[in-house]
Protein backbone atom coordinates (compact mmCIF):
# COMPACT_ATOMS: atom_id res chain seq x y z
CA UNK A 1 0.00 0.00 0.00
CA UNK A 2 1.65 3.27 -1.06
CA UNK A 3 1.94 5.84 2.07
CA UNK A 4 0.11 8.95 1.50
CA UNK A 5 2.48 12.17 1.33
CA UNK A 6 1.90 15.25 3.60
CA UNK A 7 2.58 17.89 1.33
CA UNK A 8 2.87 20.02 4.59
CA UNK A 9 5.41 17.93 6.54
CA UNK A 10 7.67 18.26 3.10
CA UNK A 11 7.71 21.48 3.64
CA UNK A 12 8.39 21.79 7.11
CA UNK A 13 11.07 19.27 6.84
CA UNK A 14 12.73 21.18 3.73
CA UNK A 15 13.03 24.10 6.40
CA UNK A 16 14.46 22.26 8.96
CA UNK A 17 16.88 20.72 6.65
CA UNK A 18 17.90 24.13 5.70
CA UNK A 19 18.23 25.79 9.11
CA UNK A 20 20.70 22.53 10.07
CA UNK A 21 22.88 23.23 6.74
CA UNK A 22 23.18 26.90 7.77
CA UNK A 23 23.66 26.37 11.27
CA UNK A 24 26.32 23.61 9.59
CA UNK A 25 27.80 26.56 7.89
CA UNK A 26 28.08 29.59 10.50
CA UNK A 27 29.54 27.06 13.24
CA UNK A 28 33.01 26.93 11.96
CA UNK A 29 33.26 30.74 11.43
CA UNK A 30 32.10 31.49 14.34
CA UNK A 31 34.67 29.02 15.91
CA UNK A 32 37.04 30.68 13.84
CA UNK A 33 36.51 34.32 15.23
CA UNK A 34 36.24 32.84 18.91
CA UNK A 35 39.75 31.36 18.23
CA UNK A 36 40.89 34.66 16.60
CA UNK A 37 40.60 36.33 19.43
CA UNK A 38 43.63 35.43 21.27
CA UNK A 39 45.92 35.63 17.93
CA UNK A 40 44.60 39.22 17.32
CA UNK A 41 44.94 40.25 20.76
CA UNK A 42 48.46 39.20 20.74
CA UNK A 43 48.83 41.32 17.36
CA UNK A 44 47.40 44.51 18.87
CA UNK A 45 49.93 44.26 21.97
CA UNK A 46 53.11 43.76 19.82
CA UNK A 47 52.07 46.01 17.55
CA UNK A 48 51.37 48.52 20.43
CA UNK A 49 54.81 47.90 21.85
CA UNK A 50 56.35 48.44 18.77
CA UNK A 51 54.78 51.79 17.82
CA UNK A 52 55.33 53.16 21.16
CA UNK A 53 59.24 51.70 21.46
CA UNK A 54 60.07 53.41 18.02
CA UNK A 55 59.11 56.41 19.14
CA UNK A 56 61.06 56.21 21.97
CA UNK A 57 64.56 54.70 19.84
CA UNK A 58 63.98 58.02 17.90
CA UNK A 59 65.41 59.80 21.14
CA UNK A 60 67.62 56.96 21.95
CA UNK A 61 69.82 54.92 20.48
CA UNK A 62 69.89 51.43 20.69
CA UNK A 63 73.55 51.05 22.04
CA UNK A 64 73.05 53.17 24.73
CA UNK A 65 69.76 51.48 25.50
CA UNK A 66 71.09 48.30 25.63
CA UNK A 67 75.20 48.89 26.46
CA UNK A 68 74.75 51.83 28.97
CA UNK A 69 74.89 50.68 32.85
CA UNK A 70 73.23 53.94 34.14
CA UNK A 71 69.27 54.54 34.17
CA UNK A 72 68.49 57.99 35.76
CA UNK A 73 65.11 58.37 33.44
CA UNK A 74 63.53 61.79 35.82
CA UNK A 75 67.28 63.21 35.77
CA UNK A 76 68.37 66.63 34.96
CA UNK A 77 70.14 65.41 31.92
CA UNK A 78 68.57 61.51 31.58
CA UNK A 79 69.68 58.33 30.55
CA UNK A 80 68.28 54.97 29.54
CA UNK A 81 70.44 52.48 30.13
CA UNK A 82 68.38 48.76 30.60
CA UNK A 83 71.56 46.96 31.85
CA UNK A 84 71.14 47.36 35.46
CA UNK A 85 67.16 46.08 35.03
CA UNK A 86 68.10 42.75 33.03
CA UNK A 87 70.66 42.38 35.81
CA UNK A 88 68.14 42.41 38.39
CA UNK A 89 65.87 40.03 36.35
CA UNK A 90 68.16 37.44 35.99
CA UNK A 91 69.70 38.28 39.38
CA UNK A 92 66.51 37.44 40.95
CA UNK A 93 65.04 34.79 38.55
CA UNK A 94 68.28 32.73 38.95
CA UNK A 95 67.93 32.94 42.78
CA UNK A 96 64.25 31.58 41.76
CA UNK A 97 65.43 28.93 39.62
CA UNK A 98 68.01 27.47 42.25
CA UNK A 99 65.28 27.48 45.22
CA UNK A 100 62.30 26.01 42.79
CA UNK A 101 64.23 23.24 40.69
CA UNK A 102 66.08 21.10 43.06
CA UNK A 103 62.66 21.25 45.19
CA UNK A 104 60.29 20.97 42.18
CA UNK A 105 61.66 18.25 40.90
CA UNK A 106 62.27 16.11 44.22
CA UNK A 107 58.50 16.55 44.98
CA UNK A 108 58.04 15.53 41.23
CA UNK A 109 60.35 12.45 41.76
CA UNK A 110 58.36 11.53 45.30
CA UNK A 111 55.09 11.98 43.44
CA UNK A 112 55.61 10.06 40.28
CA UNK A 113 57.96 7.50 41.80
CA UNK A 114 57.49 6.53 45.51
CA UNK A 115 53.87 8.10 46.62
CA UNK A 116 50.72 5.74 46.97
CA UNK A 117 48.16 6.71 44.73
CA UNK A 118 46.13 7.81 47.99
CA UNK A 119 49.24 9.73 49.00
CA UNK A 120 49.44 11.06 44.99
CA UNK A 121 46.23 12.55 45.06
CA UNK A 122 46.36 14.47 48.22
CA UNK A 123 49.63 15.77 47.84
CA UNK A 124 49.82 17.56 44.20
CA UNK A 125 46.67 19.65 44.79
CA UNK A 126 48.23 20.53 48.50
CA UNK A 127 51.71 21.37 46.25
CA UNK A 128 49.47 23.18 43.58
CA UNK A 129 47.49 25.51 45.90
CA UNK A 130 50.72 27.50 45.85
CA UNK A 131 50.19 28.52 42.26
CA UNK A 132 46.67 29.89 43.43
CA UNK A 133 47.79 32.40 45.82
CA UNK A 134 48.10 36.30 44.76
CA UNK A 135 51.51 37.35 44.31
CA UNK A 136 50.98 40.35 46.09
CA UNK A 137 50.51 38.11 49.20
CA UNK A 138 54.10 36.56 48.03
CA UNK A 139 55.47 40.11 47.93
CA UNK A 140 54.18 40.92 51.51
CA UNK A 141 55.49 37.87 52.61
CA UNK A 142 58.81 38.24 51.79
CA UNK A 143 58.96 41.51 52.67
CA UNK A 144 57.52 40.91 56.01
CA UNK A 145 58.58 37.38 56.86
CA UNK A 146 61.67 36.44 55.21
CA UNK A 147 63.22 39.49 54.88
CA UNK A 148 63.67 40.04 58.89
CA UNK A 149 64.25 36.20 59.10
CA UNK A 150 67.53 36.23 56.98
CA UNK A 151 68.62 39.35 58.41
CA UNK A 152 69.12 37.65 61.29
CA UNK A 153 71.37 34.95 59.26
CA UNK A 154 73.32 38.21 57.16
CA UNK A 155 73.23 41.47 59.19
CA UNK A 156 74.49 43.07 56.09
CA UNK A 157 71.08 42.65 54.24
CA UNK A 158 69.04 45.71 53.30
CA UNK A 159 65.66 45.82 54.31
CA UNK A 160 64.49 45.90 50.26
CA UNK A 161 67.26 43.31 48.55
CA UNK A 162 67.31 40.78 45.80
CA UNK A 163 67.99 37.58 47.75
CA UNK A 164 64.46 37.75 49.88
CA UNK A 165 62.03 38.06 46.40
CA UNK A 166 64.46 35.76 44.33
CA UNK A 167 63.84 32.76 47.61
CA UNK A 168 60.08 33.67 47.28
CA UNK A 169 59.56 33.61 43.77
CA UNK A 170 60.94 30.46 43.97
CA UNK A 171 58.30 29.05 46.20
CA UNK A 172 55.77 30.53 43.77
CA UNK A 173 57.19 28.59 41.08
CA UNK A 174 57.57 25.25 42.74
CA UNK A 175 54.34 23.96 41.43
CA UNK A 176 54.86 24.73 37.93
CA UNK A 177 58.29 22.73 38.13
CA UNK A 178 56.72 19.62 40.41
CA UNK A 179 53.32 19.70 38.14
CA UNK A 180 54.83 19.40 34.50
CA UNK A 181 57.96 17.36 35.84
CA UNK A 182 55.93 14.49 37.81
CA UNK A 183 53.37 14.75 34.62
CA UNK A 184 56.34 14.14 32.67
CA UNK A 185 57.60 11.26 34.58
CA UNK A 186 54.32 9.74 35.28
CA UNK A 187 54.04 9.42 31.10
CA UNK A 188 56.99 6.96 31.10
CA UNK A 189 55.41 3.39 30.56
CA UNK A 190 55.65 0.99 33.39
CA UNK A 191 57.36 -1.76 31.40
CA UNK A 192 60.73 0.28 31.27
CA UNK A 193 60.57 0.39 34.79
CA UNK A 194 59.85 -2.85 35.36
CA UNK A 195 62.61 -4.16 33.00
CA UNK A 196 65.43 -2.47 35.06
CA UNK A 197 63.62 -3.79 38.36
CA UNK A 198 64.01 -7.03 36.78
CA UNK A 199 67.61 -6.79 35.90
CA UNK A 200 68.53 -6.19 39.68
CA UNK A 201 68.47 -2.16 39.51
CA UNK A 202 67.55 -0.60 42.97
CA UNK A 203 64.37 1.93 42.56
CA UNK A 204 66.73 4.85 43.13
CA UNK A 205 68.93 3.52 40.10
CA UNK A 206 65.81 2.92 38.32
CA UNK A 207 64.76 6.62 39.43
CA UNK A 208 67.85 8.27 38.30
CA UNK A 209 69.10 6.06 35.07
CA UNK A 210 65.55 5.45 33.31
CA UNK A 211 63.00 7.09 34.69
CA UNK A 212 64.46 10.92 34.09
CA UNK A 213 66.52 10.28 31.12
CA UNK A 214 62.98 8.98 29.48
CA UNK A 215 61.24 12.14 30.78
CA UNK A 216 63.88 14.75 30.03
CA UNK A 217 62.11 16.47 27.85
CA UNK A 218 58.93 17.49 29.92
CA UNK A 219 61.69 18.04 33.04
CA UNK A 220 63.44 20.98 31.19
CA UNK A 221 60.35 22.08 29.52
CA UNK A 222 59.04 22.91 32.51
CA UNK A 223 62.26 24.36 34.13
CA UNK A 224 62.47 26.77 31.09
CA UNK A 225 58.66 27.66 31.81
CA UNK A 226 59.42 28.50 34.98
CA UNK A 227 62.04 30.78 34.34
CA UNK A 228 59.58 32.66 31.67
CA UNK A 229 57.07 32.75 34.76
CA UNK A 230 59.98 34.31 37.09
CA UNK A 231 61.05 36.94 34.42
CA UNK A 232 57.95 37.78 34.31
CA UNK A 233 56.57 38.45 37.78
CA UNK A 234 55.87 41.96 39.18
CA UNK A 235 54.74 41.86 42.50
CA UNK A 236 57.08 40.27 44.39
CA UNK A 237 59.81 42.16 43.05
CA UNK A 238 58.11 45.64 43.39
CA UNK A 239 57.17 45.29 46.85
CA UNK A 240 60.53 43.46 48.36
CA UNK A 241 63.09 44.39 46.10
CA UNK A 242 63.70 48.28 46.21
CA UNK A 243 64.03 50.40 43.56
CA UNK A 244 67.83 51.04 42.80
CA UNK A 245 68.52 51.34 39.13
CA UNK A 246 72.59 50.52 40.14
CA UNK A 247 74.56 47.61 37.71
CA UNK A 248 75.64 45.49 40.68
CA UNK A 249 75.62 41.84 41.44
CA UNK A 250 75.95 42.23 45.17
CA UNK A 251 72.39 40.08 46.33
CA UNK A 252 72.11 42.24 49.60
CA UNK A 253 71.37 45.33 48.32
CA UNK A 254 68.32 46.35 46.74
CA UNK A 255 67.56 45.95 42.33
CA UNK A 256 64.68 46.82 40.08
CA UNK A 257 63.60 44.87 37.41
CA UNK A 258 61.81 45.07 34.40
CA UNK A 259 58.91 44.57 35.44
CA UNK A 260 59.30 46.66 38.54
CA UNK A 261 60.13 49.20 36.26
CA UNK A 262 57.06 49.53 34.52
CA UNK A 263 55.55 49.21 37.98
CA UNK A 264 57.50 52.12 39.15
CA UNK A 265 56.57 54.29 35.94
CA UNK A 266 52.62 53.81 35.66
CA UNK A 267 52.16 54.81 39.22
CA UNK A 268 52.69 58.64 37.27
CA UNK A 269 56.44 59.40 37.36
CA UNK A 270 56.22 59.87 34.13
CA UNK A 271 54.21 62.34 31.66
CA UNK A 272 52.39 61.07 28.90
CA UNK A 273 54.77 61.65 25.89
CA UNK A 274 58.05 62.30 26.98
CA UNK A 275 60.88 59.89 26.68
CA UNK A 276 60.69 58.50 30.15
CA UNK A 277 57.25 57.07 29.35
CA UNK A 278 57.58 55.62 26.00
CA UNK A 279 60.99 53.97 27.84
CA UNK A 280 58.06 52.19 29.52
CA UNK A 281 57.79 50.23 26.09
CA UNK A 282 61.27 50.32 25.69
CA UNK A 283 61.59 47.87 28.65
CA UNK A 284 58.13 46.13 27.56
CA UNK A 285 59.01 44.96 24.62
CA UNK A 286 62.67 43.79 25.81
CA UNK A 287 60.69 41.61 28.80
CA UNK A 288 58.10 40.04 25.69
CA UNK A 289 61.19 39.28 24.02
CA UNK A 290 62.80 37.49 26.88
CA UNK A 291 59.36 35.60 27.78
CA UNK A 292 58.81 34.69 23.91
CA UNK A 293 62.36 33.00 23.56
CA UNK A 294 61.73 31.04 26.67
CA UNK A 295 58.58 29.42 25.37
CA UNK A 296 60.02 29.12 22.12
CA UNK A 297 63.08 26.84 23.60
CA UNK A 298 60.47 25.21 25.91
CA UNK A 299 58.38 24.38 22.69
CA UNK A 300 61.85 23.23 20.79
CA UNK A 301 63.26 20.97 23.54
CA UNK A 302 59.83 19.57 24.10
CA UNK A 303 59.92 18.70 20.46
CA UNK A 304 63.83 17.62 19.98
CA UNK A 305 63.98 15.46 23.10
CA UNK A 306 60.52 13.97 23.14
CA UNK A 307 60.33 10.40 23.38
CA UNK A 308 57.49 8.26 21.57
CA UNK A 309 56.26 5.16 23.21
Request: aromatic share 8%.
Amino acid sequence: MQKTVNVKELIENSKSRGKNRLIEKSVPIILFLIASISILTTIGIVFTLIVEAVLFFKEVSLIEFFTSTKLAPLAKDPSFGILPLINGTLITTLIAMLVAIPIGLTAAIYLSEYASEKVRRQLKPLIEILAGIPTIVYGFFAFTFVTPLLRQVIPTLEPVNALSPGIVMGIMIIPLVASLSEDAMSAVPNAMREGALALGATKFEVTMKVVIPAAISGIIASFVLAISRAIGETMIVAIASGSNKVFTFDITQPMQTMTAYIVEFTSGDAGSGTVGYHSLYAVGITLFAFTLLMNLLAQFISRKFREEY
